[in-house]
């Protein structure tokens, strides 16, 4: 019995499985990525819930700090720069508890699902931004982001691994890292956007690719298949892209102290850039759609001439069948039954029929 005739039970279980199997790969592939990097220095989740901590020491450096280190510092030490698990539950306790940040926007800093948004909190900006997983290529996770003049708090889910923290990393390794928690976060933003026009033009190609073959493939289920994939991607892309571009507008604006001038040119860059990709998106969905309606155009326009050269068959055909019907009706007077001639007559009539009709048809244009 197939999928179709499962009962509603069934199919509820096989969704859960199924999206297990999905979070148990990610995390797989997440904990593959920890793994890689931690080679390089970069250790990740020493602690529950804690992906790393490190104050910064505002000549282009940090220094790490486990749980015990982020409980005992002070502003006077330098920027705190705190990356945790959103889904855990040592790291949700903390910044309930020990945080200072008041209940209500500990809850919206836990939402699972949020999409884009910036508010101000007093002298504080709290930020819900989509980058690009590492895991999954094109599939855009939320980080959520606490900021101030002295600590910088960002959130992600175990299962998500975002490169964009890690390049921040290497560089405070470097000694060529942020200074203030204002560079860090303006680093933060344009490293997690950095990732998305490389995949846009990707998808640009691939559009491109298909417009070439258009003619060529307009009859092909797997270019049909492939224009409604890149249709998803662009409208899946766009769903947090949006958002993302009125948020990053509006944080251009926020009155908060410890944002410098040329901070805020290189957020309007970041917005800017936002802008320019969203644009994109809409014409690479407009594109598709194009390339859809040719095609539609082009399969119906082959399935007209074959319905008119079928109906020019058909009327061609319709005089001699016509004629043999009648002389193979079982009546008395059919003319030439005893003449030997007859059936010679008879087809010389059909094929002049025949004649005159294609002559009839080519000068009407309908065959």
């Keep these: 019995m197939g999928v179709e005739g499962w009962s509603g039970g069934e199919r509820a279980n096989l969704a859960r499985h199924a999206s297990a199997d999905r979070r148990r790969a990610m995390s797989d592939s997440a904990d593959k990525e920890l793994r890689r990097y931690v080679a390089r220095d970069l250790v990740y989740g020493n602690e529950p819930g804690l992906r790393f901590g490190c104050i910064l020491d505002g000549k282009g450096g940090a220094t790490n700090v486990d749980w015990a280190g982020v409980r005992r510092w002070s502003p006077e030490q330098g920027v705190l720069w705190v990356h945790i698990e959103r889904d855990n539950d040592a790291a949700a306790t903390w910044l309930r508890r020990e945080s200072g940040i008041d209940t209500v926007t500990c809850d919206a800093l836990l939402v699972e699902d949020s999409?884009?948004?910036v508010e101000d909190i007093g002298d504080a900006l709290f930020v819900v931004?989509?980058?690009?997983n590492v895991s999954e290529h094109e599939e855009l996770v939320p980080i959520h982001i606490w900021v101030d003049a002295h600590r910088v708090i960002t959130m992600r889910d175990r299962s998500s691994f975002l490169s964009a923290l890690r390049d921040?990393?290497?560089d405070l390794t470097n000694g060529k890292g942020p200074t203030t928690s204002g560079k860090l976060f303006v680093k933060v933003l344009r490293k997690i956007v950095k990732p998305v026009p490389p995949l846009l033009a990707e998808i640009d190609d691939e559009v491109d690719d298909l417009d070439e073959k258009i003619v060529a493939s307009a009859s092909s289920e797997t270019a049909r298949e492939k224009i409604g994939a890149i249709r998803r991607r662009a409208i899946h892309l766009r769903r947090y892209l949006?958002?993302?571009r009125e948020a990053l507008t509006r944080l251009q604006h926020e009155e908060v102290t410890w944002l410098t001038g040329r901070e805020r040119v290189h957020l309007r860059e970041v917005a800017d850039l936002v802008q320019r990709t969203v644009e994109n998106l809409d014409m690479i969905r407009d594109r598709t759609t194009i390339l859809h309606e040719d095609m539609a155009a082009i399969t119906?326009?082959?399935i007209a001439?074959?319905?008119?050269?079928?109906?020019?068959?058909?009327?061609?055909l319709l005089p001699p069948s016509l004629v043999a019907g009648m002389l193979g009706a079982n009546i008395g007077?059919?003319?030439g039954p005893d003449d030997p001639w007859a059936f010679v007559i008879l087809c010389l009539v059909i094929l002049a029929?025949?004649?005159t009709e294609v002559w009839v048809l080519k000068k009407f244009k309908w065959f």
């Design 333 to 335: 007077g059919i003319p």
């Design 242 to 244: 949006a958002p993302q």
């Design 353 to 355: 029929f025949l004649a």
């Design 129 to 132: 931004l989509r980058g690009i």
């Design 168 to 170: 921040i990393r290497e």
């Design 115 to 117: 999409r884009p948004r």
């Design 300 to 302: 119906a326009e082959k």
């Design 305 to 316: 001439t074959t319905s008119n050269r079928l109906a020019a068959l058909a009327a061609v």
